[in-house]
């Protein structure tokens, strides 16, 4: 009869529906893997004293691992938990609980010893911390999708400070980043719509933002955590984008416009317009100016919409 399992350093991603079955272990020892996440089943090995779970990449638990009643010593430092099951206070024989090193918020020991667990008394154990990598250059944002498709998970890596050591996060861990906390260049707070709607960016402007793991939302502590965001921030330069249009003046045929970010600078198109008896001669920002453009000019981009006119030079034809 099989009573005690060791799995550990096998560099497991996952474990089969399977191992609830084995309801007469008192030990198993999981440690030293790559486990995001442990099967619901887990809550049937009704005789389980010691689960071993320390450095995996665990970012919740099952509900049912508070079936567990007769669980004694629970081990799960080194990993990535942002909550506690809400019926975490059913444990009641726990005599061990090692939760140091996981994302769990500075109050989470006071929260643990309402619980009112008889043999235990939590105390903090200091945790990890998500933290941006170095400095992050500015990121320019001229549609939402700029800002939608960042790769957050390359500017940020879970700090074990107590280990000496750093995660390095990617989109395989069980994890979800956003941003969070805009605020403008006065530290005043911003609403991101005012900036951002319909894909468009509809307001010019420097704000930062904190990179956070998206809260459980559920659990004993379901959203505020000062471990899940960073310190840091980063800087994301708005820019709107304002059409640049083309007049004939007189001429015929099309051109379509140019839809250039404030400030950018984009080479202007290929006069396309004709004019009988007429010769192209560059782009005025009058109608009947001066020509300040020519074809393939470089335009830097202002604060409104432009249009450029056509100048057009009377042809000079000589008769022999």
């Not at 007429?278 to 300040?292: L, S």
Request: proline share 4%; hydrophobic share 40%.
């Amino acid at each position: 009869m099989l009573n005690s399992l060791n799995l550990s350093h096998n560099q497991l991603t996952k474990l089969p529906t399977e191992i609830g079955s084995l309801l007469n272990l008192s030990f198993i020892d999981l440690s030293y893997n790559l486990l995001s996440v442990l099967p619901t089943e887990i809550g049937n090995m009704a005789h389980l004293t010691n689960l071993l779970l320390e450095d995996n990449r665990l970012t919740s638990l099952p509900d049912e691992i508070c079936n567990l009643i007769e669980l004694r010593n629970l081990v799960i430092y080194f990993n990535l938990l942002t909550s506690l099951p809400n019926e975490f206070g059913n444990l009641k024989n726990l005599v061990t609980c090692e939760l140091w090193e996981n994302l769990l918020p500075d109050s989470y020991p006071s929260t643990l010893n309402a619980l009112g667990f008889p043999k235990i008394v939590f105390t903090y154990n200091p945790q990890s911390q998500l933290r941006i990598i170095g400095v992050v250059s500015p990121f320019e944002i001229t549609k939402e999708s700029d800002l939608s498709k960042l790769d957050l998970f390359s500017l940020v890596e879970i700090n074990q400070a107590s280990y000496g050591s750093v995660i390095n996060l990617s989109s395989d861990f069980n994890l979800e980043l956003e941003l969070v906390n805009y605020k403008n260049m006065n530290n005043n707070v911003v609403n991101i719509s005012d900036y951002i709607q319909n894909g468009l960016v509809k307001k010019s402007g420097t704000i930062y933002a904190q990179v956070q793991i998206k809260p459980a939302n559920n659990g004993l502590f379901p959203s505020t955590n000062n471990h899940l965001v960073t310190n840091e921030k980063i800087q994301l330069n708005f820019k709107k984008s304002y059409s640049v249009n083309f007049g004939s003046n007189g001429g015929e045929g099309l051109m379509n416009s140019l839809s250039i970010p404030e400030g950018d600078i984009a080479k202007l198109p290929i006069n396309s317009f004709t004019k009988a008896g007429y010769t192209f001669n560059g782009w005025a920002t009058i109608k009947d100016g001066n020509a300040v453009y020519v074809d393939q000019d470089s335009y830097t981009m202002g604060t409104s919409d432009a249009t450029l006119c056509a100048v057009w030079t009377s042809a000079t034809y000589s008769y022999f």
